[in-house]
């Protein structure tokens, strides 16, 4: 399925974005295949564009926090936010309050509290497995705390749903955000390995 037309309109008299947040998953980093491909395509295409991709905290309340007092200043209807699996969930709580950034969700987490309970415990970086911390049980509270009940301005959301996710249930993904703009992968994967496929749309989606 393509990318739906923006509803919020990208046309010549929309000023592009001067600011951009990418989020990463659990267990993931700045580091990941995406964050790196968007840095080098920020670099390449709009090097006057704030990019920022902050390592996150395993604590969900800090990691908001963060994200919160990182983007405090940042223009409203200038700026956007891209993020994968749990850097999903959190794009969507952040944007909650943020009506006049854009957004792209890449097989986000719906309901990161039920599914990372069974995580609890040790973990290990994906890209660089010497790097450990430790997933808390009262983080499972924590972003329980996080998940809006209903996802505000859904127009300028853009979830992108890989029916090909091993991990995460594609027809959740869709249920969550069927209010906004869908691009249904028939195939693919949870880290969305073809990501450079898609680059071209989502930078467009977000008026970058």
């Known amino acids: 399925m393509s990318i739906a037309s923006d509803p919020a309109g990208s046309g010549a008299e929309t000023p592009r974005r001067s600011h951009l947040l990418y989020l990463h998953g659990f267990r993931s980093s700045p580091r990941s ?5 968007m840095q080098t395509w920020v670099a390449a295409h709009r090097p006057d564009l704030h990019f920022a991709c902050p390592q996150l905290p395993p604590s969900p309340r800090a990691a908001f926090a963060l994200l919160q ?43 990161p ?6 995580h609890i415990g040790e973990q290990s970086c994906w890209q660089d497995p010497a790097e450990r911390f430790f997933f808390q049980p009262e983080f499972v509270d924590e972003l329980r705390t996080l998940r ?7 127009e300028r959301c853009l979830a992108v749903v ?6 995460l249930d594609w027809r959740e993904m869709q249920a969550r955000y069927a209010a906004g703009p869908i691009q249904l992968l028939e195939g693919s994967d949870h880290g969305l390995s073809d990501f450079e496929d898609h680059l071209e749309g989502l930078v467009r989606f977000l008026q970058l």
């Open 33 to 37: 295949a995406k964050a790196v491909r």
């Open 69 to 111: 007092t990182l983007t405090q200043d940042w223009p409203a209807e200038r700026s956007a936010v891209m993020g994968s699996s749990l850097g999903g969930f959190y794009t969507s709580a952040l944007i909650q309050d943020r009506p006049g950034w854009r957004a792209v969700v890449i097989n986000p987490a719906v309901d």
């Open 113 to 118: 509290a039920r599914d990372l309970a069974a």
């Open 148 to 154: 809006p009940e209903r996802l505000l301005n859904p």
């Open 162 to 167: 890989a029916k090909g996710d091993e991990l």
